[in-house]
């Protein structure tokens, strides 16, 4: 999988981004979720979803909701720790 570069346009669909803990993982959320809110206009809506073991079930469901309709082509941001891994 390629890297992310600000030089290039960013890769169609999701992307899934391997942490190391449920703090790290919601941190992340939340700083991407504000950066990117900030360049809506630009970049249309990004789906922001933390993927971790010891989420209520209701949010562990969100990985399955489709992504936003793009302004332009994109997808899903998913912050994941390993310990879902089989």
Same mark, same amino acid.
């Given at each position: 999988?390629? /890297?992310?570069?600000?030089?290039?346009?960013?890769?169609?669909?999701?992307?899934? *981004?391997?942490?190391?803990?449920?703090?790290?993982?919601?941190?992340?959320?939340?700083?991407?979720?504000?950066? *990117?809110?900030n360049k809506e206009e630009q970049v249309?809506?990004?789906? *922001? *979803?933390? /993927?971790?073991?010891?989420?209520?079930?209701?949010?562990?469901?969100?990985?399955?909701?489709?992504?936003?309709?793009?302004?332009?082509?994109?997808?899903?941001?998913?912050?994941?720790?390993?310990? /879902?891994?089989?």
């Amino acid at each position: 999988m390629p /890297l992310i570069s600000s030089t290039q346009p960013p890769p169609r669909g999701d992307i899934l *981004v391997f942490l190391t803990g449920n703090e790290e993982i919601e941190d992340a959320c939340r700083k991407t979720t504000n950066k *990117v809110g900030n360049k809506e206009e630009q970049v249309g809506h990004v789906k *922001v *979803v933390p /993927l971790y073991s010891t989420l209520p079930p209701a949010k562990l469901q969100k990985i399955f909701e489709p992504a936003p309709p793009p302004l332009i082509e994109g997808g899903k941001l998913q912050f994941q720790l390993n310990d /879902l891994l089989f």
